[in-house]
């Protein structure tokens, strides 16, 4: 017993090093009751700036007042802007980068690398690191944050338990100072996707993407990656159950994405096959008949009702099949039947020719 406990020790110890997750909740911390917290005292003096929708034409009215309010800001010898971007690679390694503006130069650059953590702490360590970096700048009263993750820079006023929050306290404690030492200090945050390829954003996201440190070290997990990896090794066994399980029937038919990829079962953004089916129940039903066999086509008759007609009314086809029903029945438009089987095409053709599949049709 007792030789078992030294072998079990070290390993134990590794064991322990590896896979331990980082205190990340601290409930209690001033800055987070009410009365004491950002929102309580500033909120005219911390903005957020996004565009108002997703459309490409409101994204390119943002990104016209965002370069205006950049320019301003750097002609403004009280302003500084902080460009933001945090990312992470296959391999674990979180890197966050800024460029800090003044006077329409670079004056400070930061680079910092983490393990083990999620996309949004990579952001909001990037925008943690230089904005405490900024705010310690003599005579800056105004400094304008532009980031790709708004969702990420607004965490610094949220007062309740969550995850990110002892990764945030260092900066919401620095931005309370900073916005109680002065009268005019404030700090506005601005979006700016990496899509958009703004060019001075995208500078920063070069530096994200460039960046190669090889982990050499164990390290701890955050609670949040903790909790995605486990969650991808659940999915990941869902899908390979799912792939190998003779449930969803001998005729399921394996679509695939506009990538020309099997598409796999997941629960994110309302699954893989309901999101673009979208809502209407007719169109949703003549799918799942598709999708599984299970219509009123001469090929389901052949395996459960042998005595009735198997063939096509096109007379084109000795058995009816879903195949030749999508692709080659010349009782539909070819110019809806689609040659490969991406889902988007069949969900196409189903909209196109509502009678094919349905019971009125056979
Ligand atoms: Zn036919």
Not at 135 to 161: C, F, G, P, Q, R
Not at 183 to 190: A, E, M, P, S, Y
Not at 274 to 281: K, S
Not at 293 to 320: D, M, S
Request: net charge positive; glycine share 4%.
């Amino acid at each position: 017993m007792k030789q078992q406990a030294n072998l079990k020790s070290p390993i134990k110890d590794v064991n322990e090093q590896l896979n331990s997750i980082r205190n990340c909740f601290n409930p209690l911390y001033p800055l987070f009751t009410p009365r004491s917290r950002i929102v309580d005292h500033f909120s005219s003096r911390i903005s957020f700036h996004s565009p108002s929708s997703f459309s490409d034409e409101d994204l390119y009215q943002h990104l016209q007042s965002l370069n205006l309010t950049f320019r301003a800001s750097q002609v403004n010898h009280n302003s500084a802007a902080v460009i933001t971007d945090g990312g992470v690679k296959k391999s674990h390694v979180a890197t966050a980068a800024a460029y800090i503006w003044a006077d329409n130069s670079v004056i400070k650059q930061l680079r910092v690398h983490s393990l083990n953590v999620t996309s949004i702490e990579a952001e909001l360590m990037a925008i943690r690191t230089s904005l405490i970096l900024a705010m310690e700048i003599d005579n800056i009263h105004d400094i304008m944050v532009i980031t790709d993750s708004i969702t990420a820079a607004k965490k610094i006023l949220e007062s309740k338990v969550n995850p990110l929050q002892n990764m945030f306290i260092p900066l919401a404690a620095a931005v309370k100072t900073f916005l109680s030492k002065d009268g005019r200090n404030k700090i506005r945050f601005w979006y700016c996707p990496s899509r958009a390829e703004w060019p001075r954003h995208k500078l920063v996201d070069d530096q994200v993407k460039a960046s190669s440190c090889t982990p050499t070290f164990p390290s701890k997990e955050s609670y949040l990656f903790s909790k995605k990896k486990e969650c991808n090794n659940i999915l990941c066994e869902w899908q390979t159950h799912f792939a190998n399980s003779l449930k969803k029937g001998h005729y399921f038919l394996n679509f695939e994405d506009e990538k020309g990829i099997v598409i796999k079962p997941t629960y994110a953004k309302g699954g893989s096959w309901l999101p673009v089916i979208g809502f209407t129940n007719s169109l949703c039903a003549h799918f799942t008949c598709i999708t599984t066999g299970h219509a009123p086509i001469g090929e389901y008759r052949q395996r459960f009702f042998p005595q009735l007609p198997t063939n096509c009314p096109c007379g084109k086809a000795k058995v009816q099949t879903r195949e030749h029903i999508v692709m080659k029945c010349n009782r539909h438009d070819p110019s809806t039947q689609p040659c490969n089987t991406i889902i988007n095409s069949f969900v196409h053709f189903l909209a196109d020719n509502p009678e094919a599949f349905s019971f009125d049709n056979r």
